[in-house]
């Protein structure tokens, strides 16, 4: 016979202990149990919020997954809350995803929030950029419309490479270390804001963005255009496709010092060796190499 038997919720309530029941959300053994420990904490209200919101990060994934279903059920009364955690310095993205169960008002405020960020001079943004992704498709006409704006030629603090790694997820590629090498003299510049909200622009995979991020390939700046140009082969429509085998330059292509070379787009995974005799295009070889990056994957 145990020596513990299951949370008593009726002495939890008692108490008021709000820990007590938040614990009792993971105990799996009995589902009853669980469910009217949650239904103590809604009754609770909004006492309860912070509480849960803090236990979305718990290394029980049953109680994650109990907080997160307690606050869906306490609806408008935990979405400030919830907001203010999702847009906080350091980003809770747990809290993003509860949103996202609370309907499109409720993630939109968030994303709204975030968005706000990248207009304010000097204010680092990384976080918020990857805060943008977790939030999804619902802020892809704001974040083209703020790709227009002045404001988005500011510097901000993160490094070149967090936009390169958005967008292409280097950290997967093959001889990582000597594209590193490569880019160092652009890694070790500020990014421009508007090729960070390019970036997220391209984890969304919307149509929608195309056109904006097409004018990105005619920037001066080469991390601007080289991460609008894989957002753009993440995309993946015909526009899409012609302008990055018109718009590219031949210094889009980078030699590695194994002597592979890489064209700087991005399939949403990795990017894809080409062939060394693409090292130094003219129009024919370039559009030769976005042929190549079709045949090894990129069938939109």
């Not at 202990?17 to 009853?32: H, R, S, V």
């Not at 408008?76 to 980003?91: H, P, S, W």
């Not at 709204?112 to 680092?124: H, P, S, T, V, Y």
């Not at 991020?213 to 080469?222: C, F, M, N, R, T």
Request: glycine fraction near 8%.
């Amino acid at each position: 016979m145990p020596l513990f038997g299951p949370p008593n919720i009726g002495k939890l309530i008692a108490k008021g202990d709000i820990k007590g029941l938040i614990k009792a959300l993971g105990y799996q053994k009995n589902p009853a149990v669980c469910q009217s420990a949650s239904s103590a904490l809604v009754q609770m209200g909004s006492k309860a919020i912070q509480p849960l919101i803090s236990a979305l990060k718990d290394k029980d994934k049953a109680i994650q997954e109990g907080a997160g279903d307690t606050l869906v059920k306490m609806g408008n009364l935990a979405v400030d809350r919830l907001i203010k955690a999702a847009t906080a310095r350091k980003v809770d993205k747990k809290a993003i995803q509860v949103l996202s169960r609370l309907g499109d008002q409720a993630v939109m405020k968030a994303g709204d929030q975030l968005i706000n960020r990248f207009l304010k001079a000097g204010e680092d943004c990384q976080d918020a950029a990857s805060a943008l992704v977790e939030v999804g498709p619902i802020v892809v006409d704001s974040l083209v419309t703020i790709l227009k704006d002045t404001r988005m030629d500011q510097p901000c603090s993160t490094k070149g490479s967090m936009c390169l790694m958005l967008a292409y997820n280097m950290e997967k590629m093959p001889h990582y270390n000597d594209l590193l090498k490569k880019l160092a003299a652009h890694i070790e510049k500020s990014v421009r804001l508007r090729a960070l909200v390019a970036g997220v622009l391209g984890k969304f995979g919307d149509p929608r963005a195309v056109d904006p991020l097409i004018e990105l390939l005619k920037a001066e700046d080469d991390l601007t255009r080289w991460v609008a140009a894989g957002a753009l082969f993440s995309i993946g429509e015909d526009r899409a496709a012609e302008a990055l085998s018109s718009e590219l330059a031949d210094e889009d292509l980078i030699v590695t010092g194994t002597g592979s070379v890489w064209l700087l787009i991005g399939d949403g995974l990795t990017l894809k060796p080409l062939l060394t005799d693409l090292a130094f295009g003219n129009v024919e070889r370039k559009k030769a190499a976005v042929d190549a990056l079709r045949k090894l994957g990129w069938n939109k």
